[in-house]
């Protein structure tokens, strides 16, 4: 049974969906952790409206000092003995010293078709660029970011007229979709990536 810990900045809309997922029977990981970044972070009410444990160490007083800040991260994670990371709207770089302290064990979702639009503003950069399609990935983390092992992926139609948030919004549908499938294969040992339909 893998400690699976969720990191994230925001509303936490994805881990919602990954801790119900690990409520299934058989599946290999359990919810042990939500931490945030943000003190005020949505997600923090909603882990804890299910029974999460949850923590937050705010960024804002170590400024520069990312270390610091990592290794105050790391102490919590291991208090809860976690052995498994999910970034879901984690919106804070990680250093390389923490990535390869959990190099192996570290997922991502990114909402583009990567390697297409690493970074920021992604549905905006698809829109701009014309695609017709956009979508999420989920991937290992590894220090160059947004760039590791893909574990799986979604596509989205680009339809006329589409903003960003429309775009958006019908890719954070499929990334409910495919983080909670990623992350039962992934502590399962499985590494063939999934490409949902
Ligand atoms: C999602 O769009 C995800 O792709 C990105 O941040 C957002 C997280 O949303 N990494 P939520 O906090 O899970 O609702």
Request: glycine share 10%; aromatic share 4%.
């Given at each position: ?137 989920v991937h290992e983390v590894t220090p160059e970011l947004d760039d590791g092992p893909i574990l799986g992926q979604a596509r989205v139609p ?40």
């Amino acid at each position: 049974m893998r400690n699976c810990a969720i990191l994230l900045s925001g509303g936490g809309s994805n881990m919602v969906k990954l801790v119900e997922s690990m409520g299934e029977a058989g599946h290999p990981a359990r919810p042990v952790l939500v931490m945030s970044n943000d003190p005020e972070a949505g997600g923090l009410a909603k882990a804890q409206a299910m029974g999460v444990a949850t923590d937050a160490v705010d960024h804002r007083p170590f400024g520069k000092d990312r270390p610091a800040f990592e290794s105050e991260l790391t102490a919590r994670l291991e208090a809860a003995d976690a052995d498994l990371i999910c970034l879901a709207g984690f919106m804070r770089v990680l250093t390389e010293g923490f990535v390869r302290r959990w190099e192996g064990r570290m997922l991502n979702i990114h909402p583009s078709l990567l390697p297409k639009y690493r970074g920021l503003h992604t549905h905006a950069r698809a829109l701009e660029a014309g695609d017709a399609e956009a979508g999420c990935t989920v991937h290992e983390v590894t220090p160059e970011l947004d760039d590791g092992p893909i574990l799986g992926q979604a596509r989205v139609p680009i339809l006329p007229g589409d903003t960003p948030d429309a775009l958006a919004a019908r890719v954070l549908i499929r990334e409910h979709a495919l983080y909670p499938a990623c992350l039962r294969r992934f502590a399962a040992g499985e590494r063939q990536p999934l490409y949902l339909a």
